[in-house]
């Protein structure tokens, strides 16, 4: 699996749309892009994923560059619920080893 | 259940003891995964099922760890003569393939 580069914390506002960026500028044409979420004490939780174009679900949107080597998840209005350590991931499916880096802590402030 | 069950939620060993965890997936998924989190990293692939087979089991440290799946449903990860540095968060995920990753809440490990 190729392998991401995420910056290790980010401050958001209450409110405000957090923006979480991920390079993973070595992904390969049959890798997809996933996003998962850890809020403290709790196992990971699945957001969104992609391959090439652009997705929105309830959770958030996933925004991906027209040359794939890098992508951005969205939350359109952070609560402080959304802090939480978010984890941007690449992999082929459906091949089922899914390794994680160190991941974003997003703090929401009040 | 609705989700993925680990047992025991919390285990405290001493070191050289015997130590096995239980995971219940969610019905119907034929993926289970196991994965170590130590404080302030990622969870750290261990290994994962396809039914009752082992897949992957390259992250798995050393021959001290074995996970089994008897019937591809209930997992047990067993760990023998426990170490310190075994102290961790084990994670357990299910899915059903290609479909995303469903996590518990985890079995925290102490080894004193």
Known sequence: ?110 | GAGVSQTPSNKVTEKGKYVELRCDPISGHTALYWYRQSLGQGPEFLIYFQGTGAADDSGLPNDRFFAVRPEGSVSTLKIQRTERGDSAVYLCASSLPPGELFFGEGSRLTVL
């Not at chain 1, 560059?65 to 952070?78: G, N, Q, W, Y």
């Not at chain 1, 984890?87 to 402030?109: A, D, E, M, N, S």
């Open chain 1, 1 to 110: 699996d190729a392998k991401t580069t995420q910056p290790p914390s980010m401050d958001c506002a209450e409110g405000r749309a957090a923006n979480l960026p991920c390079n993973h500028s070595t992904i390969s044409g049959n890798e997809y892009v996933y996003w998962y979420r850890q809020i403290h004490s709790q196992g990971p939780q699945y957001i969104i994923h992609g391959l090439k174009n652009n997705e929105t679900n309830e959770m958030a949107s996933l925004i991906i560059t027209e040359d794939r080597k890098s992508s951005t998840l969205i939350l359109p209005h952070a609560t402080l619920r959304d802090t939480a350590v978010y984890y941007c991931i690449v992999r082929v499916r459906p091949h089922q080893k899914v390794t994680f880096g160190i991941g974003t802590k997003l703090q929401v402030i009040p």
